[in-house]
C-alpha cells in the first residue's frame, strides 16, 4: 500500500468516499457511533501484539533516521499506552452527544418557529506527526460529532498508525457504520499532504496537530480553513494588587508543571510597583531549576536572573525558560501582550476586580485568565472532555476544539402555512 | 483618487489601518457605535444634493457601458431611496449590540469560572456589485459588531458609493471613533479585488455580494475564509398528506412574491400519490403568469405545462419559471434534494408530523422549514434584525449572517488561585 503512483487520484478517491460516508453518518445515532468506539477499543486491546510489532518497525525506522530520544519516546507504544488509548475511546464514547442539540430556539410574531440545530461539520482533514495515538484520539472525536475524518500520519509512526486504523474500521464495521467514516492516508508521500490544504469543497476544516513547522506550512498553504495555534507564547501579568503568595504558585505551576505544551507561561510581566517583590515570584521557579531572563529592572533586584534580549518576548521556550519584565501597571501588561502574544492564553494575578476586569476585557486572546495557572488552558479542563487542539483564529473554533467545535449547525423552520407579506 | 499605481502597496495599507481601527473599535461602547450610525444618517440626508450629483454621474457611466434598464434601476437613488438608507442606518443603531454577551457561562468542581464572551471578528472585507446601498448596510452592520471594514463596491456606482461612504465617515468622527473603521478601495481597478483574496491574516472574512459570477470567483480564489452562498436552488415537497389549499398559497408566494431573491424556490416536488392535485396546486402559478416545467409525469395531469429537462433541476431561474417534479414520497424528495440542491432553503408542506420530522432533520440545507414559504429565508424575518447576506457554508455562520455571525468570542476564566494538579 506504501508506493502510490498517483498521489491526486487517490486522494481525490478517499474525498469522495469521505463526503459519502459524512452523509451516512449524519444519519447514525448516538448508540451505533457509541458502539463503534467501544468496539475499536475491544480490538485495539485484542491487538497488543500486533501493534508492538508494529510499533517495532517504526521505532527502528525512527532509530536508523536519527530520532533524538523524546522523538522516539513519542512514537512508543507499551501495553500501559495502548491501554489508555482504549481507555480514551471509551471516554469519547461516554461523552455526550452534540449532534441533534437544539442550541436557539424563539418564535416570531407570526407564529414561526424557529430552531437552531447541531448538524455534523463534514469532513475533517487531521494531519499530524509522530504519535500514533493521535490516530485513535482524532479519529474518534470526529466520528462521535458525526463527521467523516481522512488522517495522515507522521511517517515515523506509518505502522503502528496504520495498525490503530484498522482497529477503528473493526469498529465501525462491528457498528454497521460506513468503513470510510475514518481513513488513513496509506503512504508516506508528502505530496498527499499538499493535496490535502487544497481540497477545499471536500475536506470542510484541517487540524494540524504538531510543531511550529508543520502548522506554519499548513496555515500558510491550506485553502481550507484550518483550527490551530501557531505557538502559544502566554503571559501572566503580577499585578501591583497581587497576593504574592499565591502569584508565586500560580506562576511557579504555569510554567514548571509540564514545560513541553502550548499552555505553559512564557513571560511573566510585574508591576513596577511591586519590583521588591520579585524575589519571592521568583525563587520557586530558581528552586526548580528553571532559568530566568530578565530586564534590566528585574536584573537589578535579582542577581540570580539573566538578561533578557529582544527575542525573548517572542520565544516559545517550550522549556524550563522564562523571561521577565517590569511593566507599569495593567495597561502597560495590556500594550506588552498585545504586541508580543500569540493569542492563545494569559493570566493576571490580583486581588483587585477592577485590574481584573480591565485585562479580561481588553487582552484580545482566546483564552484570558484572572488568579489561575495558564496550564488550565484544556479541553478537558475546561470540562469539554477531549479536545482535538486549541485554536487561536477567530472563526467557528477560538480556544479548545472539543466536539462541539467539531459541528455546525442549521435552522429549522416550522410554520402552519404562513406566506411572506 | 481613481487612479492608483501600486494597488497592492495600497491595500496593504488599507489592511494595516484596518487592523489598527479593529483594534481601537474592540473597546468602543455601545453608544458610540450607535452616535456614529445615527451621525451618519444626519449626513446623508444633509448631503442629498451631493448623492443625487455623484449618482448622476455614475448612471450616466452605466448607460455609456450599456447597462441593462434593470441594472441602473439598481443603480439609481432618489430622495426616497436615500431616505431609506439613512432609515436603515437608524435600524441597525436601534439593535441590541453583540459585544459582551455572556453566550455560556459554567463552572467546574475545581472552582474555576467559564465564561464565553463575545467580542468582534476583527476585520471583514465586502465585496459588491453596483448596489450603492450595501455600502452604507454592510459598512453599518460591520460597525455595529465591532468590526473595521474594507468596502469594495462595483465600478458603476463608484461616485455614489463613495459619496455614502463619506457620510460613514462624518458619522464616525462625530462618534470619536477611528475613521478608518469603515474603508473604501479608492479605485475601480479590479486586481484591488485579488488583493483582497489574499489577505488572509489581515482580512478575517470576506463577504462577496452580488451574483453567480462574482461570489463564484471569490469562493474559488479566497484565501480568507467566505460567508456566501453561490445560488439558491430552493425546494418545496409538496407531500401526499400536504393541505392542498395551504400548498398553493405557499408555493405562489415563494416562487413569485419576488421571484430574483435567492429564497426564492425553484423546485417544486411533489407526492406521485397526489398527482391529482396538480392542477390545484399549480393554477396559482399559471394564473400569475409563472411558466411550468414538468417531468413526464406532471405533464401527463396537466397540459399547461412545458417539458422539462435535465438542466431544470440545477437552473436558479430568479425569474417567474418553476419546474416540478413527481417523486415518491420523502424519501425520494430528500434523496432528490440531496442532489440538485445548493444548500440553502427547502421546504416541506404537509399535515404528517412524521414527515416533516423526516424532512427537517434528513434535509442538509442551512434552512429546512414546515410548512412555510422559502421566502421567509432572510435573516429580518429570522428575527435578526439586519442581515449581510445569506451563507451555505458551514463554518461559523450558516443561514442569515446578522450582527451575532459577524461576532467571534474568547474564554474568560475566573479563579481564586487554583494551580493544574
Redo the contacts between chains.
Keep these: 500500500m506504501e508506493n502510490i503512483e498517483n498521489i491526486p487520484a487517490m486522494m481525490a478517491e478517499m474525498g469522495a468516499k469521505a463526503k459519502a460516508a459524512a452523509?451516512q453518518l449524519?444519519?447514525a445515532n448516538t448508540a451505533q457511533k457509541n458502539k463503534a468506539l467501544t468496539e475499536a477499543a475491544i480490538s485495539l486491546r485484542t491487538s497488543i501484539p500486533q501493534l508492538l510489532d508494529a510499533n517495532a518497525k517504526d521505532v527502528a525506522f525512527g532509530k536508523d533516521k536519527g530520532l533524538s530520544s523524546a522523538m522516539i519516546d513519542r512514537l512508543l507504544l507499551d501495553e500501559d499506552r495502548i491501554e489508555a488509548i482504549a481507555t480514551g475511546l471509551e471516554a469519547i464514547a461516554a461523552l455526550p452527544d452534540p449532534i441533534?442539540d437544539v442550541i436557539a430556539h424563539?418564535k416570531?410574531p407570526n407564529g414561526?418557529d424557529?430552531s437552531r440545530v447541531r448538524?455534523p461539520?463534514?469532513v475533517i482533514g487531521v494531519i499530524y506527526e509522530s504519535r500514533p495515538n493521535v490516530t485513535a484520539d482524532a479519529g474518534a472525536l470526529c466520528l462521535k460529532a458525526g463527521n467523516a475524518v481522512i488522517l495522515r500520519g507522521g511517517s515515523e509512526s506509518f505502522h503502528s498508525s496504520s495498525c490503530i486504523h484498522a482497529c477503528l474500521t473493526e469498529g465501525l464495521k462491528a457498528a454497521g457504520l460506513p468503513v470510510n467514516t475514518v481513513q488513513l492516508v496509506p503512504t508516506r508521500d508528502r505530496a498527499a499532504v499538499g493535496e490535502m490544504l487544497a481540497m477545499s469543497g471536500v475536506i470542510?476544516?484541517i487540524v494540524p496537530r504538531g510543531g511550529r513547522s508543520l502548522v506554519g506550512r499548513v496555515q500558510a498553504e491550506s485553502?481550507v480553513?484550518v483550527f490551530a495555534h501557531l505557538e502559544g507564547i502566554c503571559h501572566i501579568y503580577v499585578d501591583a494588587a497581587a497576593?504574592i503568595k499565591?502569584a508565586a504558585?500560580?506562576i511557579?505551576?504555569?510554567k514548571m508543571?509540564r514545560t513541553g505544551i502550548c499552555g505553559a507561561a512564557e513571560t511573566v510581566l510585574i508591576d513596577a510597583k511591586i519590583k521588591d517583590k520579585i524575589p519571592s515570584l521568583i525563587a520557586p521557579l530558581l528552586d526548580a531549576g528553571c532559568e530566568i531572563r530578565g530586564d534590566k529592572g528585574v536584573q537589578a533586584v535579582d542577581n540570580r536572573v539573566i538578561a533578557a534580549t529582544e527575542a525573548d518576548w517572542t520565544t516559545e521556550y517550550l522549556d524550563a525558560i522564562i523571561s521577565v519584565k517590569l511593566v507599569d501597571g495593567v495597561e502597560a501588561a495590556a500594550k506588552h501582550i498585545?504586541k508580543y502574544s500569540s493569542g492563545h492564553t494569559e493570566t493576571i494575578l490580583t486581588e483587585d476586580a477592577e485590574a481584573?476586569d480591565y485585562f479580561?476585557?481588553?487582552v484580545?486572546?482566546?483564552?484570558?485568565?484572572?488568579?489561575?495557572?495558564t496550564?488550565?488552558a484544556d479541553g478537558g479542563?475546561?470540562?469539554m472532555g477531549a479536545e482535538i487542539g486549541i485554536a487561536t483564529g477567530?472563526?467557528?473554533a477560538?480556544?479548545p476544539v472539543g466536539l462541539e467545535q467539531l459541528t455546525?449547525?442549521?435552522?429549522?423552520?416550522?410554520?402552519?402555512?404562513?406566506?411572506?407579506p
Design positions: 452523509k449524519a444519519g441533534g424563539w416570531q414561526l424557529f448538524v461539520l463534514g470542510d476544516i485553502r480553513p497576593d499565591k504558585a500560580i511557579l505551576n504555569s508543571r498585545a481584573a479580561l476585557n481588553t484580545d486572546s482566546a483564552i484570558v485568565m484572572h488568579n489561575a495557572s496550564q488550565f479542563e475546561f470540562g477567530r472563526i467557528h477560538r480556544g455546525s449547525f442549521k435552522y429549522q423552520v416550522r410554520g402552519t402555512g404562513q406566506t411572506r
